[in-house]
């Protein structure tokens, strides 16, 4: 099991920053991919950024790249996010996520919200212009 726990959301202005945290806990290297996720409202569920646990290979989806950065802290257990430049389009519910052990060693796993197992409560982002 992993126990994941979001923090930092809140509400800022096109062109600002925030940082998303979140507290692993439990087997915490059982996920091969700790990742962010993001769901906006009417939309599904997607991949924002993620890492391969422990390995310290990132990846993001194109939307983010250049302005999001994702990064791993071993020794306090967190999973960060960093996000600049944010648009109004960026506002949504941010969830942390570790995908199931059952696709250990699977990359392409690692990009689909339906194979991760383990989530958050998330935490709300809200960018106004």
């Known amino acids: 099991q992993v126990q994941l726990v979001e923090s930092g959301g809140g509400s800022v202005q096109a062109g600002g920053s925030l940082r998303l945290s979140c507290a692993v806990s439990?087997?915490?290297?059982?996920?091969?991919?700790l990742s962010w996720f993001r769901q906006g409202p009417g939309k599904e569920r997607e991949m924002v950024a993620g890492v391969y646990n422990g390995l310290g290979d990132t990846f993001y989806d194109d939307s983010v790249r250049g302005r999001f950065t994702i990064s791993q802290d071993n020794a306090k257990n967190t999973l960060d996010l960093e996000m600049t430049s944010l648009e109004p389009g960026d506002t949504a519910m941010y969830y942390c996520?570790?995908?199931?052990?059952?696709?250990?060693?699977?990359?392409?796993?690692?990009?689909?919200?339906?194979?991760?197992?383990?989530w958050g409560q998330g935490t709300q982002v809200t960018v106004s212009s």
């Open positions: 996520a570790g995908l199931d052990p059952a696709y250990y060693g699977n990359g392409p796993a690692c990009s689909s919200a339906a194979t991760y197992k383990y």
């Open positions: 439990g087997h915490k290297y059982g996920s091969y991919c």
